[in-house]
Antibody
Framework: EVRLAQPGVEVKKPGESLKISCKTYGYSFSRYWIAWVRQMPGKGLEWMGIINPGDPDTRYSPSFQGQVTISADKSISTAYLQWTSLKASDTAIYYC????????????WGQGTLVTVSS | EIVMTQSPATLSVSPGERVTLSCRASQSISSHLAWYQQKPGQAPTLLIH???TRATGIPARFSGSGSETEFTLTISSLQSEDFAVYYC?????????FGQGTKVEIK
C-alpha cells in the first residue's frame, strides 16, 4: 500500500526555521517525483515544487523559488520541505504527494502538515 | 502560467441528482487535465486524469470529458459521500495550476 506520512502540526514563531518531513512507504521511492502543495486557510491548492529523489533534480514554481528548499534522502525514503525564516503568511497546510510517473498530476497524497506561524 | 477557471463556485444539489462541473483553461492543454475531490479536513484524492480516465477505485458515476480548453466533470447520481470541493488541475505545463474549486453542497 502506497502511503506518505507527514507530521500533523508544527507551531513556529516568525523568523524561525522549519523542516517538515514526508516518509514514504509501499513503492520504490527513487522512481517517482515527490511534489509539495500548499493550501492556505480556506483557500485552494498551489504546486510549490517537485523533486526527483533518484537524481535529485528539483523544480520550483516561480512563486516559491527562493522561498523554500525541497530535498530528499533516498536512504530513508523521505522528502523534506524547508524554510530558513518563517513568516506569518507561511501559515498553511502543506501536502507532500507522489507525482504520476509520466505527468504532473498527483496520484497519492500525504495527510498534510498544518504549519502555524504566530508570535 | 496557465489559468484554470472553474464554475460555478458553489453548487447546491440534492442527493440523487446529476451534477456537472466546468473547468476552463486559459490556453490549450490538450487532454492534460486532472480532477480531485477534497472533503473537509482531508487531503485531496485523485478522481480523473487525462481528462477522462478514472483513477483506480473511483466509482463509475464519476466521468470526465473535454479537450483543449473546456472540460467537464459529471457525477451521474450524487451520493451523500460526494459532497465536497472539486478541483481541476492542468498537467500540461510547468508549474501545473489548479482551478479555484467548486464546492458541492447539500440543497
Amino acid at each position: 500500500e502506497v502511503r506518505l506520512a507527514q507530521p500533523g502540526v508544527e507551531v513556529k514563531k516568525p523568523g524561525e526555521s522549519l523542516k517538515i518531513s514526508c516518509k514514504t512507504y509501499g513503492y520504490s521511492f527513487s522512481r517517482y517525483w515527490i511534489a509539495w502543495v500548499r493550501q492556505m486557510p480556506g483557500k485552494g491548492l498551489e504546486w510549490m515544487g517537485i523533486i526527483n529523489p533518484g537524481d535529485p533534480d528539483t523544480r520550483y514554481s516561480p512563486s516559491f523559488q527562493g522561498q523554500v528548499t525541497i530535498s530528499a534522502d533516498k536512504s530513508i525514503s523521505t522528502a523534506y520541505l524547508q524554510w530558513t525564516s518563517l513568516k506569518a503568511s507561511d501559515t498553511a497546510i502543506y501536502y507532500c504527494a507522489r507525482r504520476n510517473m509520466d505527468w504532473n498530476y498527483i496520484d497519492y497524497w500525504g495527510q498534510g502538515t498544518l504549519v502555524t506561524v504566530s508570535s | 502560467e496557465i489559468v484554470m477557471t472553474q464554475s460555478p463556485a458553489t453548487l447546491s444539489v440534492s442527493p440523487g441528482e446529476r451534477v456537472t462541473l466546468s473547468c476552463r483553461a486559459s490556453q490549450s492543454i490538450s487532454s492534460h487535465l486532472a480532477w480531485y475531490q477534497q472533503k473537509p479536513g482531508q487531503a485531496p484524492t485523485l478522481l480523473i486524469h487525462g481528462a477522462s480516465t478514472r483513477a483506480t477505485g473511483i466509482p463509475a458515476r464519476f466521468s470526465g470529458s473535454g479537450s483543449e480548453t473546456e472540460f467537464t466533470l459529471t457525477i451521474s447520481s450524487l451520493q451523500s459521500e460526494d459532497f465536497a470541493v472539486y478541483y481541476c488541475q492542468e498537467h500540461n505545463s510547468w508549474p501545473p495550476t489548479f482551478g479555484q474549486g467548486t464546492k458541492v453542497e447539500i440543497k
